[in-house]
Each structure stands twice: as C-alpha cells, then as structure tokens.
C-alpha cells in the first residue's frame, strides 16, 4: 500500500504485477473519479448525471438536513471528525476513517444509513433523526447521492493540532534522565584515607581542587554527628562515654544500628517526607480550620520508614491504597496523601477551586514523585522541560474522581469528608472493647456522683458556688477526704 501511494510522488520499481494494479488504482484516484464498481452501471461517480428533480430533492430536502445536523462535525467549516468530509459526492464514496460512507451497489448496506438508523455508530450523537428525516436521506441515498456541482462544497484543509515539545536525544542524555548506575570507584593518590568507597568520591574531588581531608573526627565528635543525623536527638553522657570505652571494630555500627531501630528515626526522617507533600493539620486561608485525623498520616509515614517499608510499596499505598488487595489499615490511611493541601471551604468560583485543588495534587505529585515541574504546563507548554500542555491535563485525569474534600451541604466538613478506617473484623473487636469501656465509664460516674453528692453536704455556701467550677472539684475533694 506504501509502495502505491508513492508512485504518485515519487518513482519506484514493482513486480509486474503490483505495477499493473498500481497504475489502474492511481490513475482513477487522480481523474477524481470513484472505481467502477461503486459506480452505479459502472457509471464513474464524477460522470453522473443528475435529473432537474434530483438537483431539487437535494437542495430542498437533503441538505437543510445535512447542514441542521451533520455540518458542524462533518462540514466545510468544521474538524472532519473522523476524517469524513459530507459537502461533496466524491468525500462521500470515499469517506474517512471507517471507510466509504455511502456503497451505491447496495445502498441498504451503506454506512451513512446504518449511522442514522443507529445500527454501527450512533450519528447524531446528540439523538437518532426522526424517521422521516431518515427516510429522506435512504432515499437520497438510493438515488446515487446526487448532488448538483453548484451545491457542492470544498473540503476544508486538514487541521493539525499544534504539536507539543519533541523529546530529543539530548533531552534524555540530561542528567536527571538517565538511569541510574552504578559509577566506578575513583582511584585516589591517599587510599589510605578513605574508609569507604564514599570517602573515595569525596577523597578524589579534594584531590583535583588541591584540598586535602578533614583530620578524622574524635569519638565524642562521631558518636554526636551521628545522633543528630539520625535520630535528631543528642545523646546521653553515658551513651558516649560507653561508645568511648568500646573498642571492638564494630563499635560505630552497633551505634548506627541502635539509631536505625529506634522509633526517633522515623519521626526524624519522616518530617521530610511530610514537608514535601505539603503535610498540615489545618487547611489554611483565613479561617484554617482542622484537618481532622490528619495525624494518622503522619504516623503512617513514621511507621513506614521505622518499619523500613520498601518505598515503591510507600508510593503505592499514598497513590492508590484504597485500590489494593488485601486492604489494611495502612494502606487505607496512605490515601489521606490527597487531602493534605490548602482548602478553600467557601471559593466563589466552585469550578475553579476544583481545579485548583487538582493542580495541587499534580503539582505535589510530579515534584515529589517525579522530579518534574507538570504543574508549569497547566497553562501552556512547559518552558523548559519537554511536556506539553496537554500532558498536564492527561495527568490531571488521573485525579479528576478524586472527592478530595466534603462538599458544602447539611453534612459537616467533618460528616463529609471523613470516612470508616477499620477493616470488618478490626471493626467488631474495636466495638467489643469500646462496649467494655462504656460499661466501665458509666460505673466510674455513679461513683463520682455519689462521691460528689456526699461532699456537698460538708461544703460551705462559697465552697458550694466554687464547687460548680470543675477544676476546683478535685482540691475541695482533698480537704474533706
């Protein structure tokens, strides 16, 4: 088929065979004539002779019908959707992406009829034609789809959408591109110096600047550095002195260890996974009101990292939780990802806040994930990065069910946008036990009540008007007891 389209342009060579059917099928396309066999009586389309009554039917009848409800997607002045062009008889037979609209040796079979009658595609997409009108456009179809040569149209130029930012070879040899690899140690002129293949790297750049290493760090000095590097935390004097005392080759790693297992390293080290999306326990603007049970996230995030959670299963669950089988608690309480951005709770455009609140998911999403500005398409194409706009709002889509926030309506903020987060089973021990507790509170206050109707019999009258305060309660309690 490749080899026929280019014979028209450029001179190629063909068996004979296939040079035989090239030239019949090349010679008819550039005469602008249909091939015989979708000609009525083998008549060629462009030769047809149309009848005065013909000429009237279609001026009158066909197209006020075509131009009402088939013109605005297929007409001189619009996209040609599905390449399919209605405005001249030769666009017709040789239709557009579904093939020829119209087949004039079976007319019942032609798609254009099977579109109105709803039996393939459904045209118009906006309701089926009432049957009268279909019955014209069958009959006009039957006829040969004649259309006087005044009447017809020409076919619109093709519409190309702008194309967005190329990706280049050299786009994808930019450093942040490239996958990641494992790069070779460098040889240094002081090995002796570096105890790890990262003192190397370090070791070789100094060496190149003429620098030289910082003397080793004391002790006191390492077993702080790392502390505060991993935990955030100082340590105790006895921490360091028995790290000071202990001699064995692996002192610092016990050390290290020690830090990776204590639950100061996930809050440590979570608290910069919280900055980067956008963790708050209130929703900004001026009111900045709470974000209820926001704090379950930031535990979730510390339970990952002290957990050592792998971080693709991380993203997973912050993106999708809801989404995966089995589900748990966890990866329910990962989605609250969505709901960590500022909220407007009373916008005067509802529609835009909408997309404002989306933007700030993809923004978040594609700086934190990604690496990538998406967020610097949202209104045209990326400056700087090769993303087209339309890549944006592609990523947008993504997010586009997301009911980030309870809509403003008889149900609270709270009602709206907060939701069960315990499994079935979780569920049933959780109400056991909360029946439990209750039983116990409500022994608890008859208790208190009888303690407290009996202390009131002792109190004096301003001791009695004191007592109403419940903070005092509890010191007047004390006197009598």
Same mark, same amino acid.
């Not at 519409?159 to 140690?185: K, L, Q």
């Not at 919280?274 to 996230?297: C, H, I, Q």
């Not at 693709?312 to 951005?341: C, N």
């Given at each position: 088929?490749?080899?026929?389209?280019?014979?028209?342009?450029?001179?190629?060579?063909?068996?004979?065979?296939?040079?035989?059917?090239?030239?019949?099928?090349?010679?008819?396309?550039?005469?602008?004539?249909?091939?015989?066999?979708?000609?009525?009586?083998?008549?060629?389309?462009?030769?047809?002779?149309?009848?005065?009554?013909?000429?009237?039917?279609?001026?009158?009848?066909?197209?006020?019908?075509?131009?009402?409800?088939?013109?605005?997607?297929?007409?001189?002045?619009?996209?040609?959707?599905?390449?399919?062009?209605?405005?001249?008889?030769?666009?017709?037979?040789?239709?557009?992406?579904?093939?020829?609209?119209?087949?004039?040796?079976?007319?019942?079979?032609?798609?254009?009829?099977?579109?109105?009658?709803?039996?393939?595609?459904?045209?118009?997409?906006?309701?089926?034609?009432?049957?009268?009108?279909?019955?014209?456009?069958?009959?006009?179809?039957?006829?040969?789809?004649?259309?006087?040569?005044?009447?017809?149209?020409?076919?619109?130029?093709?519409?190309?959408?702008?194309?967005?930012?190329?990706?280049?070879?050299?786009?994808?040899?930019?450093?942040?591109?490239?996958?990641?690899?494992?790069?070779?140690?460098?040889?240094?002129?002081?090995?002796?110096?570096?105890?790890?293949?990262?003192?190397?790297?370090?070791?070789?750049?100094?060496?190149?600047?003429?620098?030289?290493?910082?003397?080793?760090?004391?002790?006191?000095?390492?077993?702080?550095?790392?502390?505060?590097?991993?935990?955030?935390?100082?340590?105790?004097?006895?921490?360091?002195?028995?790290?000071?005392?202990?001699?064995?080759?692996?002192?610092?790693?016990?050390?290290?260890?020690?830090?990776?297992?204590?639950?100061?390293?996930?809050?440590?080290?979570?608290?910069?996974?919280?900055?980067?999306?956008?963790?708050?326990?209130?929703?900004?603007?001026?009111?900045?009101?709470?974000?209820?049970?926001?704090?379950?996230?930031?535990?979730?995030?510390?339970?990952?990292?002290?957990?050592?959670?792998?971080?693709?299963?991380?993203?997973?669950?912050?993106?999708?939780?809801?989404?995966?089988?089995?589900?748990?608690?966890?990866?329910?309480?990962?989605? $609250?990802?969505? &709901?960590? %951005? =500022?909220?407007?709770? !009373?916008? *005067?455009?509802?529609?835009?806040?909408?997309?404002?609140? /989306? @933007?700030?998911?993809?923004?978040?999403?594609?700086?934190?994930?990604?690496?990538?500005?998406?967020?610097?398409?949202?209104?045209?194409?990326?400056?700087?990065?090769?993303?087209?706009?339309?890549?944006?709002?592609?990523?947008?889509?993504?997010?586009? $069910?997301?009911? &980030?926030? %309870? =809509?403003?309506?008889? !149900?609270? *903020?709270?009602?709206?946008?907060?939701?069960?987060?315990? /499994? @079935?089973?979780?569920?049933?021990?959780?109400?056991?036990?909360?029946?439990?507790?209750?039983?116990?509170?409500?022994?608890?206050?008859?208790?208190?009540?009888?303690?407290?109707?009996?202390?009131?019999?002792?109190?004096?009258?301003?001791?009695?008007?004191?007592?109403?305060?419940?903070? =005092?309660?509890?010191?007047?309690?004390?006197?009598?007891?």
């Amino acid at each position: 088929m490749t080899a026929c389209v280019l014979a028209t342009v450029l001179p190629c060579r063909l068996p004979a065979d296939d040079a035989a059917t090239t030239s019949t099928a090349t010679s008819s396309t550039a005469t602008g004539e249909t091939p015989a066999e979708n000609s009525p009586a083998g008549t060629p389309a462009a030769a047809q002779q149309i009848t005065a009554e013909q000429a009237e039917f279609y001026r009158t009848r066909v197209a006020p019908l075509l131009v009402q409800h088939c013109f605005s997607c297929h007409g001189p002045k619009s996209g040609l959707k599905g390449g399919l062009f209605l405005g001249s008889r030769q666009d017709i037979l040789t239709g557009g992406e579904s093939g020829a609209a119209v087949n004039l040796q079976q007319p019942g079979d032609s798609l254009l009829l099977k579109a109105i009658n709803h039996q393939s595609l459904e045209m118009p997409p906006k309701g089926k034609l009432p049957d009268e009108q279909i019955a014209i456009l069958t009959r006009w179809v039957e006829q040969g789809i004649p259309i006087p040569a005044a009447a017809e149209t020409k076919r619109p130029a093709a519409h190309r959408a702008p194309r967005g930012p190329e990706v280049t070879d050299e786009d994808r040899s930019f450093w942040s591109f490239r996958p990641v690899a494992n790069p070779p140690v460098p040889a240094v002129r002081q090995p002796e110096k570096a105890t790890s293949p990262i003192d190397r790297f370090i070791l070789a750049r100094l060496e190149a600047a003429g620098l030289e290493l910082n003397p080793p760090a004391s002790r006191q000095q390492l077993i702080r550095r790392a502390y505060y590097d991993l935990i955030g935390l100082p340590p105790t004097v006895e921490e360091v002195d028995a790290f000071v005392a202990d001699e064995s080759p692996d002192a610092f790693e016990k050390v290290v260890d020690q830090l990776l297992d204590s639950p100061h390293y996930g809050e440590k080290w979570g608290r910069h996974w919280l900055d980067l999306v956008r963790f708050a326990e209130s929703n900004s603007y001026e009111r900045d009101g709470s974000k209820p049970y926001a704090w379950r996230f930031r535990d979730y995030v510390i339970r990952s990292l002290n957990e050592d959670k792998p971080y693709t299963q991380f993203l997973r669950e912050q993106l999708a939780g809801d989404e995966l089988e089995p589900k748990t608690v966890d990866s329910l309480t990962a989605t $609250g990802y969505y &709901r960590l %951005g =500022v909220w407007d709770d !009373e916008p *005067v455009d509802p529609q835009q806040a909408l997309y404002d609140d /989306l @933007d700030d998911i993809v923004a978040t999403t594609s700086q934190v994930f990604l690496g990538l500005t998406l967020n610097c398409a949202r209104c045209h194409d990326h400056k700087i990065d090769p993303i087209p706009q339309k890549d944006y709002y592609r990523f947008v889509a993504f997010f586009n $069910g997301i009911r &980030r926030y %309870g =809509v403003r309506s008889h !149900e609270s *903020v709270e009602e709206a946008s907060v939701g069960p987060l315990a /499994l @079935d089973m979780a569920t049933e021990d959780r109400d056991t036990r909360n029946r439990e507790l209750e039983r116990e509170l409500t022994s608890l206050n008859r208790k208190i009540s009888e303690i407290e109707r009996k202390l009131q019999t002792l109190l004096t009258p301003p001791e009695k008007e004191d007592f109403k305060a419940a903070e =005092v309660r509890l010191d007047l309690a004390r006197k009598y007891s």
